[in-house]
């Protein structure tokens, strides 16, 4: 038997989290009313709470900077890299 996963849009996922911290309804209410898991709801609450912090830092725009840094750097290797594979593998043809 075969049960295909549904898949649920960041803005569903982010209003059933917030339900789920409001605490108007409990998990097990808001799990049958959308028929979710519960344990998924728990989930989606945590990471609604552990993404809290982060949303207020002034700190979020140089780690997006940092990261996108580092992303072209790493991505600067992986072409010289390459271009030095190519170049090694036509010497040792030649040595052949």
Same mark, same amino acid.
């Given at each position: 038997?075969?049960?295909?996963?549904?898949?649920?849009?960041?803005?569903?996922? *982010?209003?059933? *989290? $917030?339900?789920?911290?409001? /605490?108007?309804?409990?998990?097990?209410?808001?799990?049958?009313?959308? *028929?979710?898991? +519960?344990?998924?709801?728990?989930?989606?609450?945590?990471?609604?709470? &552990?993404? $809290? +912090?982060?949303?207020?830092?002034?700190?979020? +725009?140089?780690?997006?900077? /940092?990261?996108?840094?580092?992303?072209? /750097?790493?991505?600067?290797?992986? &072409?010289?890299?390459?271009?030095?594979?190519?170049?090694?593998?036509?010497?040792?043809?030649?040595? $052949?």
């Amino acid at each position: 038997m075969f049960i295909m996963r549904r898949k649920h849009d960041a803005s569903f996922k *982010a209003r059933i *989290a $917030l339900e789920a911290v409001k /605490e108007e309804k409990t998990i097990g209410q808001l799990a049958s009313e959308y *028929a979710i898991h +519960p344990n998924q709801i728990r989930q989606w609450r945590q990471q609604l709470l &552990g993404m $809290l +912090p982060e949303i207020f830092s002034n700190r979020r +725009p140089q780690q997006e900077k /940092e990261r996108d840094e580092l992303e072209a /750097e790493l991505y600067r290797q992986i &072409g010289q890299l390459k271009v030095e594979l190519d170049w090694l593998k036509i010497k040792s043809k030649k040595l $052949l």
